[in-house]
T-cell receptor, first 110, second 116 residues
């Protein structure tokens, strides 16, 4: 019952930008968009989050459409260490459960 | 700052036994989340505790239960183990200083349960 949909897999050439899309058409006004990644069965790692404005940190950029129904995570210069499963999830901080979909398996190719 | 710690790292049980998994959140975090990740699958939400109370529960049978202690650490119990309970069990913690707003989850490395 995940509230987001993502492509199951993507490839990206090393050094190029990786653009990972996420659809969240039923997002409510107080829900933030979060991105996490999981490298080979380790615990997922937080990447970035945003409400309505685009956000950037040392790891990635997050672009949220104006209607907030979709977003894109951008890894500006993908490296082999970015090969992982990337999860997009929603969270308002309220008492609803935080669910994850199957994520996107990103393969960075040398 | 110590991260989220989970124990044991690996656990092997047989069908019908009980398993207990433990989680210590980051200091200052009051919420603990449990997820099940079967091999090759995504994270399935199990349970969420905040301030000692169960706040939400995923679509799992009652033999999956847990609790949160006064120091905010948590325990997940799985009774009457079945083969399909074999999975990586992940714990995450967060600080919920207010009911709404950003809520970043920090995950532990997980406990791998194998049921034979």
């Amino acid at each position: 019952d995940a509230k987001t949909t993502q492509p199951p897999s993507m490839d990206c050439a090393e050094g190029r930008a990786a653009n990972l899309p996420c659809n969240h058409s039923t997002i409510s006004g107080n829900e933030y968009v979060y991105w996490y990644r999981q490298i080979h069965s380790q615990g997922p790692q937080y990447i970035i989050h945003g409400l309505k404005n685009n956000e950037t940190n040392e790891m990635a950029s997050l672009i949220i459409t104006e209607d907030r129904k979709s977003s894109t995570l951008i890894l500006p210069h993908a490296t082999l260490r970015d090969t992982a499963v990337y999860y997009c999830t929603l969270n308002s901080g309220g008492y609803q459960k935080v669910t994850f979909g199957i994520g996107t398996k990103l393969q960075v190719i040398p | 700052e110590a991260g989220v710690t989970q124990s044991p790292t690996h656990l092997i049980k047989t069908r019908g036994q009980q398993a207990t998994l433990r989680c210590s959140p980051i200091s200052g975090h009051t919420s603990v989340y449990w997820y099940q990740q079967a091999l090759g699958l995504g994270l399935q939400f199990l349970l969420w505790y905040d301030e000692g109370e169960e706040r939400n529960r995923g679509n799992f049978p009652p033999r999956f239960s847990g609790r949160q202690f006064p120091n905010y650490s948590s325990e997940l119990n799985v009774n009457a183990l079945e083969l399909e309970d074999s999975a990586l069990y992940l714990c995450a913690s967060s600080y919920r200083g207010k009911l709404s707003g950003a809520n970043v989850l920090t995950f532990g490395a997980g406990s791998r349960l194998t049921v034979l």
